[in-house]
């Protein structure tokens, strides 16, 4: 099966025949790396990335070999999802920076409204943090207030970058829903 073309691989992996996609993965894996690594500057993400990509490709009949080849298939799908992690990873660090500053901001002499304001804001993002799981809130501080990376966290807390990266992420969406209605807060 190593010597068969791209073309009967998909063909035999469409039939169950998982042995096929080991195939392909040893052929493209290299480039599927490679592209996401030089999108996503981070080693362990494009690692991640690159196991996501073979996933979606075994799982999804998306792909047609009449109409072009696997690896160009391969190559726009690592590079649409890289930028989209890209796209959220700037969306979630802009919201993050937006609320540390509201939690930090202060003025000199502020009015009574400004102080109430900001007394209300603290107290909802206050809240927010207590209403998440005891591992997000832990993670969540360790990484935007200690500025922690997400391998250190790892480490410190006996767990994998991955576990890290997707508990953060989850955390990140619940105070994002949490906190939408909040003032002063624009959160996209």
């Known amino acids: 099966m190593k010597n068969s073309p791209d073309a009967q691989l998909v063909h035999n992996l469409r039939l169950g025949q998982h042995q ?25 993400e494009a690692e991640d990335l690159t196991q996501d990509i073979f996933l979606t490709f075994w799982q999804n009949n998306s792909f047609n070999p009449d109409r072009g080849s696997v690896s ?6 690592t590079r649409s999802r890289a930028i989209d992690k890209i796209r959220k990873r700037t969306t ?14 202060e003025s000199t002499d502020p009015s009574p409204l400004e102080q109430a304001t900001t007394s ?3 107290t909802s993002i206050h809240q927010a943090m207590q209403a998440l799981p005891e591992l997000q809130r832990q993670i969540l501080n ?3 207030y200690q500025g922690l990376s997400h391998n250190q966290i790892a480490e410190s807390l006996d767990l ?13 969406v619940q105070l994002k829903g949490q906190l939408t ?3 002063r807060l624009d959160i996209d």
């Open 72 to 77: 160009s298939f391969l190559g726009l799908l």
């Open 181 to 183: 209605g909040v003032d």
């Open 92 to 105: 979630a660090n802009s919201f993050l920076s937006r609320w540390q500053k509201t939690i930090t901001e």
């Open 20 to 44: 096929a996609l080991t195939v392909l993965y040893d052929r493209y894996a290299g480039l599927v790396y490679s592209i996401a690594h030089q999108i996503l500057q981070n080693a362990q």
């Open 142 to 144: 360790l990484n935007y």
């Open 160 to 172: 994998t970058p991955g576990v890290v990266k997707s508990r953060l992420r989850q955390a990140l």
């Open 120 to 122: 209300e804001i603290q």
